[in-house]
């Protein structure tokens, strides 16, 4: 690797930190060089616009998650009990952050940052529509539309979260603990 690359991750790290503490507005160029500790000019030299920063940035993140969430399905055991580690994962880790979880689910953005969010929740969703047909094949699950289940989890588990993350000292396990019983109803477990 060049010596370009160390700059370029300190960028994105700059952008990240930025966007978890006060969503893609805080996030401005001058900002994120800033916090880099570079030129505002340096910035663009590794990303031709701001979108394309925080397209990395949103792919970067996104695919830690989907990594998280891909362990999850593999985990031994049921079917059923991989459907819902998956969703509990992502809760979980979405609750550890919630201003980036904010930012990443339902913050307005740039349109090319809200295509690769469509991106990544069909990506969610066909993650989850694997594990409801290993359910219904098991026996474990009532034979069901998986793919339709599956995107209305994807979207039910972001505005679930979406509430409790602007909410100040929202109870996480309770969060949890009622999106899993609602989810286990939904396909049912």
């Known amino acids: 690797m060049t010596a370009v690359a160390p700059t370029r991750r300190r960028l994105l790290d700059a952008a ?5 503490e006060g969503g893609y507005g805080a996030a401005s160029v001058l900002a994120v060089a800033e916090r880099a500790g570079v030129a505002a000019g340096t910035l663009y030299r590794h990303y031709p616009s701001k979108e ?5 940035l949103f792919r ?9 969430m891909q362990a999850a399905a593999q985990a031994p ?12 994962t992502f ?8 201003r ?6 339902a913050e307005p953005v740039d349109p090319a940052v809200d295509a ?26 009532p034979p069901q539309p998986e793919d339709v289940i599956a995107a209305a989890l994807v979207g039910a588990c972001a505005e679930v979260l979406v509430g409790p993350l602007a909410a100040t000292g929202a109870d996480a396990e309770q969060t949890v603990s009622m999106l899993m019983g609602f989810i286990g109803r939904a396909v049912g477990a």
């Not at 055991?77 to 509990?88: F, H, I, K, P, S």
């Not at 809760?91 to 919630?98: E, G, I, N, T, V």
């Open 16 to 20: 990240r930190e930025l966007v978890e």
């Open 52 to 56: 394309d920063l925080f397209v990395e």
């Open 60 to 68: 970067s993140v996104c695919d830690r998650e989907l990594q998280e």
């Open 77 to 88: 055991g049921r079917a059923t009990d991989r459907l819902l580690g998956v969703l509990e």
């Open 91 to 98: 809760a979980r880790r979405a609750l550890q952050r919630p």
């Open 100 to 105: 980036l979880t904010w930012a990443l689910t």
């Open 116 to 141: 690769e969010r469509l991106a990544y929740r069909a990506t969610y969703a066909q993650l989850l529509a694997e594990c409801l047909r290993d359910a219904v094949a098991a026996g474990e699950l």
